[in-house]
């Protein structure tokens, strides 16, 4: 069965830091991956999505992910993270056309 | 405006009176679902529904009923609220399927007392 274990529950950064949200799934299949972002009292929008393909994944506001099918990992980067970036992230995880599996999140603070 | 909406955004219940989240989207997407979110555990699928008249369980349907009579509504029902049912829910659609882009509405919260 298809699961998402995200390493961190939080992780606070500097301004103008570069930041690394760790994401690993558990699958038996080909998977579509992806990561959701949702800022405080908002519902949850994509931030980016593997589906085939390239393994590097360019999504909105500067972030990007790279997909690693040995370490089956998909891990979340910014090279220099913003104030409004401030927010929690989702990994989640597709085997087929029907399920949606998200992880915990992982709330992530920049500090001025 | 392409959109989910979600009626209501903040509700107070007592236990067993019975509810209805309402969720709606105008994008004339197939698939739909809802889920709810919890400190420390992120979100769940509660149901989802890839058709009109097609629905099926998530991960933690119990205690909850789902109908898709229209493709653009699919509302939540809570027969018998628990204090357990206490939390954040969401509704989203997609073009097709759960590999889709997600849209989310704005989220309803609840409290069962």
């Known amino acids: 069965a298809q699961s998402v274990t995200q390493l961190d529950s939080q992780v606070p950064v500097f301004e103008e830091a570069p930041v690394e949200l760790r994401c690993n799934y558990s699958?038996?299949?080909?998977?579509?991956l992806f990561w959701y972002v949702q800022y405080p009292n908002q519902g949850l929008q994509l931030l980016l999505k593997y589906l085939s393909g390239s393994t590097l994944v360019k999504g909105i506001n500067g972030f990007e992910a790279e997909f690693n099918k040995s370490q089956t990992s998909f891990h979340l980067r910014k090279p220099s993270v913003h104030i409004s970036d401030t927010a929690e992230y989702f990994c989640a995880v597709s085997e087929d056309t029907d399920k949606l599996i998200f992880g915990t999140g992982t709330r992530l603070q920049v500090f001025p | 405006e392409a959109q989910v909406t979600q009626n209501p955004r903040y509700l107070i219940t007592v236990t067993g009176k019975k509810l209805t989240v309402t969720c709606s989207q105008n994008m004339n997407h197939e698939y739909m679902s809802w889920y709810r979110q919890d400190p420390g555990l992120g979100l769940r699928q509660i149901y989802y529904s890839m058709n009109v008249e097609v629905t099926d369980k998530g991960d933690v349907p119990e205690g909850y009923k789902v109908s898709r009579k229209e493709k653009r509504n699919f509302p939540l029902i809570l027969e018998s609220p628990s204090p357990n049912q206490t939390s954040l829910y969401f509704c989203?659609?997609?073009?097709?399927?759960?590999?889709?882009?997600?849209?989310f509405g704005p989220g309803t919260r609840l409290t069962v007392t």
């Open positions: 989203a659609s997609s073009l097709d399927r759960a590999y889709d882009e997600q849209y």
């Open positions: 699958s038996s299949v080909s998977v579509y």
